[in-house]
């Protein structure tokens, strides 16, 4: 099981920009790899997920940017037009098999979560 650590989340003004990253401790290439956020009182949802394409969930298509750097096993989020319902936990997830799901419980392993705040 790989250990992913995610990094890059902080407090940003409505219509900025964060780029979140998530290292693994393994070889990710194989694997599909997904962000998922968590604001609080609401469940986990899928924000986006790579394998060999991208999928975004409607709330956030054309602002994120999901992508990879299989030789450094990273996984990013580039994050554009913030706005504070993006206020939330986000959080890394990787599965095994190589095929994107906004299920949580497909992925086996999960990142710690780093937060992103965005005032109005």
């Known amino acids: 099981q790989v250990q992913l650590v995610e990094s890059g989340g902080g407090l940003v003004q409505a219509g900025g920009s964060l780029r979140l990253s998530c290292a693994a401790s393994?070889?990710?290439?194989?694997?599909?790899m997904g962000w998922f956020r968590q604001a609080p009182g609401k469940e986990r949802e899928f924000v986006a997920g790579i394998s060999w394409t991208t999928y975004y969930a409607d709330s956030v298509k054309g602002r994120f940017t999901i992508s990879r750097d299989n030789a450094k096993n990273t996984v990013y989020l580039q994050m554009n037009s913030l706005q504070p319902e993006d206020t939330a936990v986000y959080y890394c997830a990787a599965r095994r098999i190589n095929w994107v799901t906004m299920t949580l419980r497909d992925y086996d392993s999960w990142g710690q979560g780093t937060q992103v705040t965005v005032s109005s």
């Open positions: 393994g070889r990710t290439g194989t694997y599909a």
